[in-house]
């Protein structure tokens, strides 16, 4: 017997909020390596504090839309931003 449709749904959701998570936390370890690569002291303190749940992609309700940029797409990571390079418009 197959689930009712509000659980698959939920259990998709699921699915796909851990892969968020997963995503965010592999850009975090990528960061934090970019800011150690260049001589930037990073507490294992601070580290601890971080959560990849915390951000406004993070969508604990609705509905996820995913468009790749091709170094995605072709395997690699996105290239992280420098603080200077950010913009206000996130």
Do not use: C
Not at 41 to 57: G, N, Q, T, W, Y
């Amino acid at each position: 017997m197959s689930a009712a449709p509000q659980e698959d749904q939920l259990g998709a959701l699921g699915l796909i909020l851990n892969i968020v998570v997963l995503w965010n936390t592999v850009y975090f370890q990528q960061i934090i390596d970019e800011m150690r690569a260049e001589g930037i002291h990073v507490r294992d303190e601070d580290i601890a504090r971080l959560s990849p749940l915390k951000f406004a992609h993070v969508n604990f309700h609705g509905r996820y839309g995913f468009a790749l940029p091709a170094e995605v797409a072709g395997g690699q990571l996105r290239s992280t931003r420098k603080p200077a390079d950010a913009t206000t418009s996130d």
